[in-house]
């Protein structure tokens, strides 16, 4: 998921890469760094592998790690990496993956560019869904994709909730939302939430919602995982056919 995150994010552009991660899970990090010895083998040994290896290696200066030293929620996260936040910056949480023809953080960099404010990928959720997500109030039409927010509010009740219209994990997202965050609010699970800080710099700027196009799978949650790698697997034509084989195995084995 962190892979297709990255890909995602090179592919729109950006050039600064900054994990945030939990102690102890540099791996994740190093993942993305060349790593010399490991490499010189297997570019002998077995050159697809290799090829599938160095894919994603990132130059060394453009990778930041920050460590975020106790879950203190989304928006503490990013707030542990404002030193590296000197503009606009883009936020990809990678349990939303989204399959896209244009990468779906690209598509929110180019309504910044338009815009120059805070714009929000959003999506339309089942409403019995919205105690899981940041949903927004708008007056904007339905049908419209760039919508007007007016208010936010972070996994609000079903009955409080002020429309089924959900944030997914994408962002662009203006410096001063880092300022907001240094509030240190507490909402929401007692946690440090982007959405309030988003939610209070309303008072001096517009933020935009994005109603992006892309298939999204909530990869936060088992099925949801499972059928982003079916999905993968039938999209990609090389493993179309025995994928549907191997589907067909276990449906008719069990049912
Ligand atoms: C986070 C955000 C939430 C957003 C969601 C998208 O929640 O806080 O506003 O709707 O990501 O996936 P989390 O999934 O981390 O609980």
């Given at each position: ?31 993305f ?6 490499e ?9 592998l290799y090829?599938?290896?160095t ?11 920050v ?27 990678p ?8 990468p ?15 714009i ?37 009740d079903?009955?409080?909730?002020p429309?089924?219209i ?15 965050l240094?509030?240190?609010?507490k ?54 056919r ?14």
């Amino acid at each position: 998921l962190i892979e297709y995150a990255i890909e995602e994010a090179i592919n729109s552009g950006i050039e600064k890469f900054v994990f945030v991660t939990s102690p102890e899970k540099q791996s994740i990090t190093s993942y993305f760094k060349k790593k010399n010895n490991l490499e010189e083998v297997i570019k002998i040994k077995n050159k697809m592998l290799y090829s599938l290896i160095t894919k994603y290696i990132l130059p060394e200066d453009k990778i930041i790690e920050v460590v975020q030293s106790e879950p203190k929620g989304l928006g503490h996260a990013i707030w542990c990496a404002r030193e590296y936040i000197d503009g606009p910056f883009a936020v990809i949480l990678p349990d939303d993956l989204i399959f896209s023809k244009t990468p779906c953080i690209k598509q929110l960099v180019d309504q910044y560019y338009k815009y120059g404010k805070s714009i929000l990928g959003v999506q339309e959720v089942n409403k019995d869904q919205v105690n899981r997500y940041g949903i927004i109030k708008t007056t904007t039409n339905h049908l419209a994709k760039k919508i007007d927010i007016i208010d936010l509010i972070e996994k609000p009740d079903f009955k409080k909730a002020p429309s089924n219209i959900a944030i997914i994990g994408r962002y662009v997202l203006t410096r001063n939302i880092i300022d907001e965050l240094s509030n240190k609010e507490k909402g929401s699970g007692g946690e440090i939430q982007l959405t309030d800080a988003i939610k209070n710099s309303l008072t001096f700027s517009e933020v935009f919602g994005y109603k992006f196009q892309g298939k999204r799978f909530d990869c936060g949650n088992m099925m949801g995982a499972l059928e982003a790698q079916i999905y993968a697997a039938i999209n990609r034509s090389e493993n179309k056919r025995e994928t549907i084989k191997i589907l067909k195995k276990y449906i008719k084995k069990d049912f």
